[in-house]
């Protein structure tokens, strides 16, 4: 029961990492990312990348495209953790404001999250994000 409230706890701080990264902040994203690999990040426009300075440098430069005035949240279908590994799927369903023009799009991203402990901390080791197709 401990790790499943732990993981229920990280995830509210994950959800937050999301809401500022949306907003063009990919600090705390980068803060709750694994420093050894293997880490991967799969993103919404077909990308892979793999290695942790290119996936940090990914959610950086991602997050530099968004303005201040998004938001987002996570509608999770399923989640799991154990002592060492977890994860969580489902979608990230955003307005974006874009930087570029200021511009709001609307956007439901299908996201896979697997997350492994670090120094006894949840951190994202893999990120699979792509667009949503409505039915």
Same mark, same amino acid.
């Given at each position: 029961m401990a790790r499943t409230q732990d993981f229920d706890d990280f995830m509210k701080?994950?959800? @937050?990492a999301a809401q500022a990264y949306v907003r063009g902040d990919p600090a705390p994203v980068v803060d709750l990312t694994v420093r050894k690999d293997p880490v991967s990040f799969f993103g919404p426009d077909g990308s892979k990348t793999e290695g942790v300075e290119a996936v940090l440098r990914d959610y950086r430069d991602g997050a530099s495209r968004f303005g201040p005035?998004?938001?987002?949240?996570?509608?999770?279908?399923?989640?799991? @953790?154990s002592d060492e590994e977890a994860f969580w799927t489902g979608f990230q369903v955003a307005t974006i404001q874009m930087k570029r023009g200021g511009k709001k799009v609307p956007m439901k991203l299908r996201v896979t999250e697997v997350f492994r402990k670090e120094d006894g901390k949840w951190r994202l080791a893999h990120r699979h994000a792509d667009q949503a197709r409505e039915h």
């Open positions: 701080q994950r959800e @937050a005035d998004s938001a987002c949240h996570f509608e999770v279908l399923h989640k799991q @953790a």
